[in-house]
């Protein structure tokens, strides 16, 4: 049993927070690999080379794209003195929640296989690292995980997801079963496909795929960021607020895949979160702002957005202008900002605690750094308001699902090429069943039976 | 112990092995054991129908085609049998990949009993016998013989049961229902009584068969030709196929037809009720394609010659249990069939089976020791399945008295290891039938590479000949001397080597590449290969074949070959039988049970259990390794 060799997984080693710190670990023959693919040293050293039990300080970097994914401090252990007795590749990150899910990823893209619950500790177990005593505590994390893990991939499943994921196992299915059933019965009338009908069946099947990997991609607050619009008359203080939030927290991650960063998208890291924030400061001091906001355009992006930072300007007073402004955002999660403290006042406390009551109202100044604490927290809360709560599991549940989606998509790639290759049925079906496993594993289901049931119930066959 | 047993006379002889029944499983059963040296006793209800086929006079097909070809490398009978008096040969799926080519012969059933009936008269191992048994002696939960209905104790070490549909078998024709085993034989019906009292569960299933008519009456003109292939056999020894074919015929039913058997639904025992068996999904009857399928406008029938003496002729797809006078009325409506003259009509046949998630995967079971099952009392269908697993029973059986480990193929082997794991692991609602779909690594699994896979285990086993072996490691040489040549051999892009490729339709060449590059070209086959390296080793056809889908395919093969490396490392794993399972408390109840009942042999069985999930896995591991540190410390 001991001497049982089996393969590399990878998982995130420890409870997230919004601390911002974290621990990858990968654990099995080929962690020190795959590690090595994607972790560039300062020192230059490649980590595959590496002493048992150093450190190495360096960068997590995604090799297709060239992008540093985190900053990190990779520590190897080589078999057997390690946690698990394998080979054990750990990353350090400190970028917080997003950094750490893109590494785990990078991994799985890499040829580590996602830790199912328990699992490091069962390799412990395994290979001796663990002792007696310690097997029922294993067992019992064993249990508790998996059905922890069980309840959460329910939920999460509850929304639309598991409905496009089986629309989408329907039709690659229903494939299958055509093209298994005219493989097992060649003598009964079932008509074939011609190259173009399957080629589109196989786009009909590869493009929903396609879009579920952007919807997963959306998980918004690890992924994408909280898109945030900072918006105000001019000069009340836009920029500065940006820029003292852009210095203070530039974020390490921005290469997100999928997404393009333009001039007015800045990246901000607020402790472990993301945030997209769209600067209309970029729009010309000059010209009217409630116009330009007006700009169709304009108000989608101020529509999509999942927050609004909406500025005003304590010497100025409560303009017309700003209650323009005010109309058109609020009906989003709004934060009022009341900035420029340091200067006059020329406004009506209970004016403004009136006309924004259904937003928070912070005062601050962003020149003299004052209710700069309070903002951020206030952020945060608006966020976790509205977001499910930031519990690892559900992280984990996402990243297995968006690995699934991903690799169902490589297999279907796999489908077109050898289509295109002009091989035989036979050879569709190998890389369509793994299509068929991958969005399998995400809603929770075996299939080999359920084909030979999908054959017999489409087709009239047998003698 | 047998003063328990009510018998007159106990047979003066004591056999290694009895086998019940003398179908395609208890052929394979008999053969094996008589071969490896062991004395074999075969009983059969009837010395007319060894190797019978009550249903098609036919064989293979894809899977169950493959399933013959791994006999043939194990040392089976069935494969050469069919070989020496078959009508005729075809291969089906040509044209969908290498791994699902299937045989599909036509068999003479007259011939094909005679010489089976032949081979098991004259194996010196192996007496033969007509008589019905009906009580199995049992001691201590160990197998001891059998008593017949005659009353003739016979002794037997191990006891294999292949009753195929005769135990408590009962026919149905519309409203006419008798008791009887396949053909109208006599059937068995005291076995089942013996099979319960040891604590068998029996379940029933049905299976069916068409009319058969007289060849004289049939109009082939109204039909579509089908004619068999030059060259090809199921065993990979037989001389190449080179007898005169007889043709198969197809026709269709319409309308008509359609019409005939919804008017007379009523009087169909399958809706009316009478019948309550189990049949098989892929097997339907014409009444149940019918109704199931109201859209299909017509069915496909299949005119297979029943033999060269015979002007019996039986119509494939054609299957059913309605009134007699309804099956005249049915044939009126079809082309080429409107004055059929039926001579046996059809019928449906309900039987006993077992569960056969009561076997272990050497196919004994698990209630009495040293009793084997094998065929369609284990509730498969199909001569291919039965002649697999009789093969495999008839083997262990063998093995277990010379004190070896048992014969267990895997599913990455062998169709025959897919069957009986899924047969013991999961159990089957229908008669089970072997398809390629089912096996997770079909494109290693070839029909192409039975003997590559297996050839070696039937030698070992003493199963395949010094000389059937010689040839075996020839042609093994071959392909890999050939698959060398290839890999080294490098091509120069010549004017005239971009001139043949082009006349090829191949692309163009570049630089220097191997001859397996070229070979890799879809469009490129082995005898092309000659132009661009003359000195390309002369090499059978089989051997040109083998090298040709292991080049082309290299890369889909490699995938599965390292999925199966992965496979191999939970199969390999195995589970201690005396592992008491009520003590696992912190496993969930259900798969507890599970476990209990499947007594899976390694993990990687363990995890195809339905209802075990991959966490209880991983406790069952703890637990394994947790034993196996205690008796450490113990020692």
Same mark, same amino acid.
Request: glycine share 8%.
């Given at each position: 049993?001991?001497?049982?060799?089996?393969?590399?997984?990878?998982?995130?080693?420890?409870?997230?927070?919004?601390s911002?710190?974290?621990?990858?670990?990968?654990?099995?023959?080929?962690a020190?690999?795959?590690?090595?693919?994607?972790?560039?040293?300062?020192?230059?050293?490649?980590?595959?080379?590496?002493?048992?039990?150093?450190?190495?300080?360096?960068?997590?970097v995604?090799?297709?794209?060239?992008?540093?994914?985190?900053?990190?401090?990779?520590?190897?252990?080589?078999?057997p003195?390690?946690?698990?007795?394998?080979?054990?590749?750990?990353?350090?990150?400190?970028?917080?929640?997003?950094?750490?899910?893109?590494?785990?990823?990078?991994?799985?893209?890499?040829?580590?296989?996602?830790?199912?619950?328990?699992?490091?500790?069962?390799?412990?177990?395994?290979?001796?690292?663990?002792?007696?005593?310690?097997?029922?505590?294993?067992?019992?994390?064993?249990?508790?995980?998996?059905?922890?893990?069980?309840?959460?991939?329910?939920?999460?499943?509850?929304?639309?997801?598991?409905?496009?994921?089986n629309?989408?196992?329907?039709?690659?299915?229903?494939?299958?079963?055509?093209l298994?059933?005219?493989?097992?019965?060649?003598?009964?009338?079932?008509?074939?496909?011609?190259?173009?009908?399957?080629?589109?069946?196989?786009?009909?099947?590869?493009?929903?795929?396609q879009?579920?990997?952007?919807?997963?991609?959306?998980?918004?607050?690890?992924?994408?960021?909280?898109?945030?619009?900072?918006?105000?008359?001019?000069?009340?203080?836009?920029?500065?607020?940006l820029?003292?939030?852009?210095?203070?927290?530039?974020?390490?991650?921005?290469?997100?895949?999928?997404?393009?960063?333009?001039?007015?998208?800045?990246?901000?890291?607020?402790?472990?979160?993301?945030?997209?924030?769209?600067?209309?400061a970029?729009?010309?001091?000059?010209?009217?702002?409630?116009?330009?906001?007006?700009?169709?355009?304009?108000?989608?992006?101020?529509?999509?957005?999942?927050?609004?930072?909406?500025?005003?300007?304590?010497?100025?007073?409560l303009?017309?202008?700003?209650?323009?402004?005010?109309?058109?955002?609020?009906?989003?999660?709004?934060?009022?900002?009341?900035?420029?403290?340091?200067?006059?006042?020329?406004?009506?406390?209970?004016?403004?605690?009136?006309?924004?009551?259904?937003?928070?109202?912070?005062?601050?100044?962003?020149?003299?750094?004052?209710?700069?604490?309070?903002?951020?927290?206030?952020?945060?809360?608006?966020?976790?308001?509205?977001?499910?709560?930031?519990?690892?599991?559900?992280?984990?549940?996402?990243?297995?699902?968006?690995?699934?989606?991903?690799?169902?998509?490589?297999?279907?790639?796999?489908?077109?090429?050898?289509?295109?290759?002009?091989?035989?049925?036979?050879?569709l079906?190998?890389?369509?069943?793994?299509?068929?496993?991958?969005?399998?594993?995400?809603?929770?289901?075996?299939?080999?039976?359920?084909?030979?049931?999908?054959?017999?119930?489409?087709?009239?066959?047998?003698? | 112990?047998?003063?328990?047993?009510?018998?007159?006379?106990?047979?003066?002889?004591?056999?290694?092995?009895?086998?019940i029944?003398?179908?395609?499983?208890?052929?394979?059963?008999s053969?094996?054991?008589?071969?490896?040296?062991?004395?074999?006793?075969?009983?059969?209800?009837?010395?007319?129908?060894?190797?019978?086929?009550?249903?098609?006079?036919?064989?293979?097909?894809?899977?169950?085609?493959?399933i013959?070809?791994?006999?043939?490398?194990?040392?089976?009978?069935?494969?050469?049998?069919?070989?020496?008096?078959?009508?005729q040969?075809?291969?089906?799926?040509?044209?969908?990949?290498?791994?699902?080519?299937?045989?599909?012969?036509?068999?003479?059933?007259?011939?094909?009993?005679?010489?089976?009936?032949?081979?098991?008269?004259?194996?010196?191992?192996?007496?033969?016998?007509?008589?019905?048994?009906?009580?199995?002696?049992?001691?201590?939960?160990?197998?001891?013989?059998?008593?017949?209905?005659?009353?003739?104790?016979?002794?037997?070490?191990?006891?294999?049961?292949?009753?195929?549909?005769?135990?408590?078998?009962?026919?149905?024709?519309?409203?006419?229902?008798?008791?009887?085993?396949?053909?109208?034989?006599?059937?068995?019906?005291?076995?089942?009584?013996?099979?319960?009292?040891?604590?068998?569960?029996?379940?029933?299933?049905?299976?069916?068969?068409?009319?058969?008519i007289?060849?004289?009456s049939?109009?082939?003109?109204?039909?579509?030709?089908?004619?068999?292939?030059?060259?090809?056999?199921?065993?990979?020894?037989?001389?190449?196929?080179?007898?005169?074919?007889?043709?198969?015929?197809?026709?269709?039913?319409?309308?008509?037809?359609?019409?005939?058997?919804?008017?007379?639904?009523?009087?169909?025992?399958?809706?009316?009720?009478?019948?309550?068996?189990?049949?098989?999904?892929y097997?339907?009857?014409?009444?149940?394609?019918?109704?199931?399928?109201?859209?299909?406008?017509?069915?496909?029938?299949?005119?297979?010659?029943?033999?060269?003496?015979?002007?019996?002729y039986?119509?494939?797809?054609?299957?059913?249990?309605?009134?007699?006078?309804?099956?005249?009325?049915?044939?009126?409506?079809i082309?080429?069939?409107?004055?059929?003259?039926?001579?046996?009509?059809?019928?449906?046949?309900?039987?006993?089976?077992?569960?056969?998630?009561?076997?272990?995967?050497?196919?004994?079971?698990?209630?009495?020791?040293?009793?084997?099952?094998?065929?369609?009392?284990?509730?498969?269908?199909?001569?291919?399945?039965?002649?697999?697993?009789? *093969?495999?029973?008839?083997?262990?059986? =063998? @093995?277990?008295?010379?004190? $070896?480990?048992?014969? /267990? #193929?895997? %599913?990455? +082997?062998?169709?025959?290891?897919?069957?009986?794991?899924?047969?013991?692991?999961?159990?089957?609602?229908?008669?089970?039938?072997?398809?390629?779909?089912?096996?997770?690594?079909?494109?290693?699994?070839?029909?192409?590479?039975?003997?590559?896979?297996?050839?070696?285990?039937?030698?070992?086993?003493g199963?395949?000949s010094?000389e059937?072996?010689?040839?075996?490691?020839?042609?093994?040489?071959?392909?890999?001397?050939?698959?060398?040549?290839?890999?080294?051999?490098?091509?120069?892009?010549?004017?005239?080597?971009?001139?043949? *490729?082009?006349?090829?339709?191949?692309? =163009? @060449?570049?630089?220097?590449? $191997?001859?397996?590059? /070229? #070979?890799? %070209?879809? +469009?490129?086959?082995?005898?092309?290969?000659?132009?661009?390296?003359p000195?390309?080793?002369?090499?059978?056809?089989?051997?040109k074949?083998?090298?040709?889908?292991?080049?082309?395919?290299?890369?889909?093969?490699?995938?599965?070959?390292?999925?199966v490396?992965?496979?191999?490392?939970?199969?390999?794993?195995?589970?201690?039988?005396?592992?008491?399972?009520?003590?696992?408390?912190?496993?969930r109840?259900?798969?507890?049970?599970?476990?209990k009942?499947?007594?899976?042999?390694?993990?990687?069985?363990?995890?195809?259990?339905?209802?075990?999930?991959?966490?209880?896995?991983?406790?069952?591991?703890?637990?394994?390794?947790?034993?196996?540190?205690?008796?450490?410390d113990?020692?």
């Amino acid at each position: 049993m001991t001497n049982m060799k089996e393969d590399t997984i990878s998982a995130i080693a420890t409870p997230f927070g919004t601390s911002g710190t974290g621990k990858v670990r990968i654990s099995g023959p080929d962690a020190i690999n795959i590690g090595s693919k994607i972790f560039e040293a300062s020192s230059g050293i490649d980590i595959y080379e590496a002493d048992s039990h150093t450190a190495h300080h360096g960068y997590v970097v995604n090799p297709k794209t060239g992008k540093t994914v985190d900053e990190v401090l990779a520590i190897v252990m080589i078999k057997p003195r390690s946690f698990t007795g394998e080979n054990v590749l750990e990353f350090d990150c400190h970028g917080g929640m997003v950094p750490l899910e893109a590494v785990l990823e990078l991994t799985l893209e890499h040829g580590a296989r996602m830790a199912e619950p328990g699992e490091f500790s069962r390799r412990a177990f395994m290979n001796g690292k663990l002792d007696m005593a310690q097997a029922e505590a294993i067992i019992d994390v064993i249990n508790s995980k998996t059905e922890k893990s069980l309840s959460i991939a329910m939920e999460q499943l509850k929304g639309g997801l598991s409905e496009k994921v089986n629309k989408v196992k329907d039709d690659v299915m229903e494939l299958l079963a055509h093209l298994e059933a005219s493989i097992d019965f060649p003598e009964d009338e079932i008509e074939g496909f011609d190259s173009n009908q399957l080629e589109e069946r196989l786009k009909e099947i590869k493009e929903p795929i396609q879009k579920l990997i952007k919807t997963a991609k959306q998980g918004k607050l690890y992924q994408e960021g909280i898109k945030t619009v900072i918006v105000g008359k001019p000069n009340v203080g836009k920029s500065s607020l940006l820029n003292y939030l852009l210095q203070e927290n530039r974020a390490i991650v921005t290469d997100v895949p999928g997404t393009t960063r333009d001039v007015i998208e800045e990246y901000i890291n607020l402790d472990g979160i993301p945030l997209k924030v769209i600067d209309t400061a970029g729009v010309r001091e000059s010209e009217d702002v409630v116009e330009k906001i007006g700009v169709e355009k304009t108000r989608e992006s101020l529509k999509k957005a999942d927050l609004v930072l909406m500025m005003l300007d304590v010497s100025q007073g409560l303009t017309e202008e700003d209650i323009k402004v005010y109309n058109l955002i609020k009906e989003q999660h709004t934060i009022v900002v009341v900035n420029k403290t340091d200067l006059d006042e020329n406004i009506d406390f209970d004016e403004l605690e009136e006309q924004f009551k259904e937003h928070p109202l912070l005062w601050t100044s962003v020149k003299e750094e004052k209710g700069m604490e309070e903002l951020k927290n206030t952020i945060l809360e608006e966020i976790f308001q509205e977001q499910i709560n930031v519990d690892s599991d559900v992280m984990v549940t996402k990243v297995r699902h968006r690995d699934a989606l991903n690799k169902a998509f490589e297999s279907i790639e796999k489908v077109e090429q050898s289509l295109e290759n002009g091989m035989p049925y036979d050879f569709l079906t190998i890389d369509l069943k793994d299509v068929l496993f991958y969005l399998s594993s995400i809603t929770g289901e075996t299939v080999t039976d359920d084909i030979i049931d999908q054959i017999f119930s489409d087709f009239c066959l047998g003698k | 112990m047998e003063n328990n047993y009510n018998y007159n006379k106990k047979f003066e002889k004591e056999y290694d092995v009895i086998v019940i029944g003398a179908g395609h499983a208890g052929c394979e059963a008999s053969l094996a054991p008589a071969r490896m040296g062991l004395d074999v006793l075969t009983l059969t209800v009837n010395l007319d129908h060894v190797a019978f086929m009550p249903c098609n006079p036919s064989l293979g097909g894809p899977g169950k085609g493959h399933i013959v070809r791994e006999i043939d490398a194990l040392g089976g009978e069935m494969p050469r049998n069919m070989d020496e008096t078959m009508l005729q040969i075809r291969m089906l799926n040509t044209a969908k990949g290498p791994a699902v080519h299937g045989l599909r012969g036509q068999a003479d059933k007259k011939k094909y009993h005679q010489r089976m009936k032949q081979i098991l008269e004259e194996e010196p191992n192996l007496d033969l016998k007509q008589e019905i048994a009906e009580t199995l002696v049992v001691e201590d939960d160990e197998i001891k013989g059998v008593v017949t209905k005659t009353g003739i104790l016979f002794k037997g070490k191990k006891v294999v049961i292949t009753t195929g549909t005769f135990l408590k078998g009962k026919v149905i024709i519309g409203e006419a229902t008798f008791n009887a085993g396949p053909n109208q034989q006599y059937p068995a019906n005291k076995l089942s009584g013996s099979l319960e009292e040891i604590g068998f569960n029996l379940r029933r299933f049905k299976t069916g068969t068409p009319p058969r008519i007289n060849k004289r009456s049939i109009d082939f003109s109204k039909m579509h030709e089908q004619e068999g292939e030059k060259g090809l056999t199921f065993s990979f020894d037989s001389p190449p196929f080179e007898r005169n074919q007889v043709s198969c015929y197809l026709t269709y039913t319409n309308d008509k037809t359609h019409e005939v058997i919804q008017d007379n639904k009523m009087r169909t025992p399958l809706f009316s009720g009478v019948i309550d068996g189990v049949g098989p999904r892929y097997c339907p009857s014409i009444e149940d394609k019918v109704v199931r399928f109201p859209d299909k406008g017509r069915h496909q029938l299949f005119l297979e010659p029943e033999g060269e003496l015979t002007g019996e002729y039986y119509i494939s797809g054609l299957s059913t249990s309605m009134p007699e006078d309804v099956q005249y009325e049915i044939l009126s409506t079809i082309p080429g069939l409107e004055n059929a003259e039926i001579m046996r009509a059809g019928y449906a046949i309900e039987y006993d089976c077992i569960n056969p998630n009561d076997l272990k995967l050497n196919l004994e079971t698990k209630k009495v020791d040293g009793l084997f099952s094998a065929g369609q009392i284990n509730g498969t269908s199909g001569y291919e399945e039965a002649a697999g697993q009789g *093969l495999i029973a008839g083997i262990n059986a =063998a @093995l277990a008295l010379k004190g $070896k480990e048992p014969l /267990i #193929l895997d %599913r990455s +082997e062998a169709y025959i290891g897919v069957l009986i794991d899924e047969l013991v692991t999961k159990g089957t609602e229908e008669p089970y039938r072997m398809m390629t779909s089912r096996a997770e690594y079909r494109l290693l699994l070839r029909q192409d590479n039975a003997d590559l896979r297996l050839k070696e285990i039937g030698y070992e086993l003493g199963l395949i000949s010094e000389e059937r072996y010689q040839m075996f490691l020839d042609k093994k040489k071959d392909i890999e001397r050939t698959l060398e040549f290839l890999r080294d051999y490098q091509v120069t892009p010549t004017p005239e080597n971009r001139e043949k *490729l082009k006349s090829l339709d191949s692309g =163009a @060449l570049k630089k220097p590449v $191997k001859l397996a590059k /070229i #070979l890799k %070209r879809p +469009e490129v086959d082995y005898d092309d290969l000659k132009f661009f390296a003359p000195e390309l080793p002369e090499v059978s056809r089989e051997v040109k074949d083998q090298v040709s889908i292991q080049t082309k395919y290299k890369g889909y093969i490699d995938r599965q070959m390292s999925q199966v490396e992965q496979f191999k490392k939970m199969e390999d794993n195995l589970i201690p039988e005396d592992i008491d399972y009520s003590s696992l408390e912190n496993m969930r109840l259900e798969a507890r049970e599970k476990l209990k009942k499947i007594k899976p042999r390694s993990l990687g069985q363990a995890s195809r259990i339905s209802g075990v999930s991959p966490a209880d896995i991983s406790v069952l591991m703890i637990y394994l390794e947790q034993e196996e540190r205690e008796n450490k410390d113990e020692e």
